[in-house]
Every structure is written in C-alpha cells, then in structure tokens.
C-alpha cells in the first residue's frame, strides 16, 4: 500500500510537472483530494485542508457523503430513469466510484463527458479513466461560466437530442454571486432535451453557522478559486422549473441512502438533489 501511495505521488509530481502546473499555490481540486484521503495533492493543498478541517472537524465525512451521493445518484439515474448520457463537470481528480463506472456499471453503453479547467485533473482523467468497450468516456477543458462552449465540445460524444444528466457536484460554490451562478444552470439546462436531469449538491451555509463562516474564511484565504457558501433556500434555485426526485432537496446523505453509507455525527452534509426537466 505505501509503494502504491508512493507511485500515485510520483505520479501527481510528474504529471503537474508536464502540465506547468503552479504547485505552490492551493488547488480546490487537490484539496478536496486531499479531503477524500487522495494522493494527488501538494503540501501547500494539505496545508489549506489542514486549516479548514480546523474549523470544522466534520467535513472530511461530509466530503465523502457528497461523493457517495454522486454514485448513488449515477445508479439511479442509469438504473431506474434509463439515463445513458452524463456530463460531469467539475470533474475532479480521480477517485473511487467516477460517474463512468457507476453508469457503465448498470448500462455498459453510456456515455460519459468529463469537463474540468484545471490541467492537473484532465492529465489523470486521460490516464486513469477508461471507459468500457461498449461506452464512451471523453475529456474536455472547459469553465463553466462558459456553458456554450462546454456543449459544443460534449456534442461530438454526446446526443443532446436526448435526456442527458448533468451532473454539478460540489462545484457551484466556486461560482460567485457576481457571476451568476443561477443563469449558468439555466443555461445548461435549457441545452438539454425534455426527460433530462440536473444532479447538483452544494456546500451549506445554513448550519453550524460560525464554523462554517469561519471554515470558509480560511478556505478562500489559501485556495486559488474562492467559495461562496450558500443557504438550503438558495440552492433551491438551482432546481427552478424541475421537478425534484423523492426525497427532494436534503442533505446529501440522506439522499436515497444504501446500508452502511457514512453519516456525519452533526447529521449534517452539503445540500443536494435531483431534479427532472419536464
């Protein structure tokens, strides 16, 4: 285990080394990497992390609950709506249980585009992400704020003439207020045929509130893209004109759970959900 740990830092260095990457400077992808317990991070990632767990000792748990949201949200989707396309974006650095492999798990056929902007990630995404030999698994660099050309691009894997699931985990509170979060949604969404559906969670600002405050003050202190935390009502937003999936919007831990997934001891996560398009 420590020579594989040992190799997937290697791994990361070379990578970023190719990529001209800045390692100096804290990344929110590598630090969420570092939260999920990854390799792929650098010491001033780890010493971001490390402040903010300060703040709020519980997100590590939260973290993993909002990934096990993602796969269970995938399963569903795939299994139960006959989803066949996902657009994940926001991406992240590889990690167990990708949008690709729950998906091709159910139905080996779906297709998958994965968009991130940041190098570091789309170098692993192209190395360690392979799809199956039924499905397809594509990468593109892309900014959200930049919806347009997120869908030219996943246009030549994916048939937008079909219900696609777009999947935004964990990635809006790195959109400020004055950018709109809230018409870069809607945006993508009005792309998308009738039958589709947005997977979105979204770090709370509603609970624990001082911590939270004081874990977000510490977090943009550090990290190269700041977050904006936002309350259960306006992550609300991001689902107007859908129709939320039983439970509804809810913490994501609470969202459908499977037997012996992890709860976080405050009984609080980020907020989350699943909304069709009518």
Same mark, same amino acid.
């Given at each position: 285990?420590?020579?594989?740990?040992?190799?997937?830092?290697?791994?990361?260095?070379?990578?970023?080394?190719?990529?001209?990457?800045?390692?100096?400077?804290?990344?929110?992808?590598?630090?969420? @990497?570092?939260?999920?317990?990854?390799?792929?991070?650098?010491?001033?990632?780890?010493?971001?992390?490390?402040?903010?767990?300060?703040?709020?000792?519980?997100?590590?748990?939260?973290?993993?609950?909002?990934?096990?949201?993602?796969?269970?949200?995938?399963?569903?989707?795939?299994?139960?709506?006959?989803?066949?396309?996902?657009?994940?974006?926001?991406?992240?650095?590889?990690?167990?249980?990708?949008?690709?492999?729950?998906?091709?798990?159910?139905?080996? @056929?779906?297709?998958?585009?994965? +968009?991130?902007? @940041?190098?570091?990630?789309?170098?692993?995404?192209?190395?360690?992400?392979? !799809?199956?030999?039924?499905?397809?698994?594509?990468? +593109?660099?892309?900014?959200?704020?930049?919806?347009?050309?997120?869908?030219?691009?996943?246009? !030549?894997?994916?048939?937008?003439?079909?219900?696609?699931?777009? %999947?935004?985990?964990?990635? %809006?509170?790195?959109? #400020?207020?004055?950018?709109?979060?809230?018409?870069?949604?809607?945006?993508? %969404?009005?792309?998308?045929?009738?039958?589709?559906?947005?997977?979105?969670?979204?770090?709370?600002?509603?609970?624990?509130?001082?911590?939270?405050?004081?874990? #977000?003050?510490?977090?943009?202190?550090?990290?190269?893209?700041?977050?904006?935390?936002?309350?259960?009502?306006?992550?609300?937003?991001?689902?107007?004109?859908?129709?939320?999936?039983?439970?509804?919007?809810?913490?994501?831990?609470?969202?459908?759970?499977?037997?012996?997934?992890?709860?976080?001891?405050?009984?609080?996560?980020?907020?989350?959900?699943?909304?069709?398009?009518?």
């Amino acid at each position: 285990m420590a020579e594989e740990q040992a190799d997937r830092s290697n791994m990361a260095a070379e990578l970023s080394r190719q990529a001209g990457i800045d390692t100096s400077v804290a990344h929110p992808a590598r630090v969420y @990497d570092y939260w999920l317990g990854g390799k792929d991070n650098f010491a001033a990632d780890r010493e971001a992390a490390e402040r903010v767990l300060a703040a709020t000792p519980g997100l590590r748990v939260r973290v993993r609950a909002n990934r096990a949201f993602l796969a269970r949200a995938v399963r569903y989707l795939a299994a139960e709506e006959g989803i066949r396309q996902f657009l994940d974006i926001g991406t992240g650095i590889p990690s167990a249980n990708n949008t690709h492999e729950v998906a091709q798990a159910v139905a080996p @056929d779906s297709r998958i585009v994965y +968009v991130d902007n @940041d190098p570091i990630v789309l170098t692993h995404a192209r190395a360690l992400l392979a !799809s199956g030999p039924e499905g397809s698994t594509q990468y +593109v660099d892309g900014d959200i704020r930049d919806s347009a050309a997120i869908v030219e691009a996943a246009a !030549s894997t994916l048939d937008f003439s079909q219900p696609t699931a777009l %999947m935004l985990l964990g990635i %809006m509170h790195l959109v #400020q207020d004055s950018e709109d979060p809230y018409r870069i949604v809607a945006d993508l %969404m009005s792309q998308l045929p009738s039958g589709s559906y947005l997977v979105l969670s979204h770090p709370a600002s509603d609970f624990n509130v001082t911590e939270q405050a004081e874990a #977000q003050r510490r977090y943009n202190e550090r990290v190269s893209t700041p977050q904006t935390l936002r309350t259960r009502e306006e992550v609300a937003r991001f689902f107007e004109g859908l129709e939320l999936v039983p439970p509804g919007l809810v913490y994501v831990h609470t969202w459908r759970p499977d037997p012996g997934d992890m709860v976080p001891q405050d009984g609080k996560s980020a907020h989350g959900g699943v909304g069709r398009k009518p």
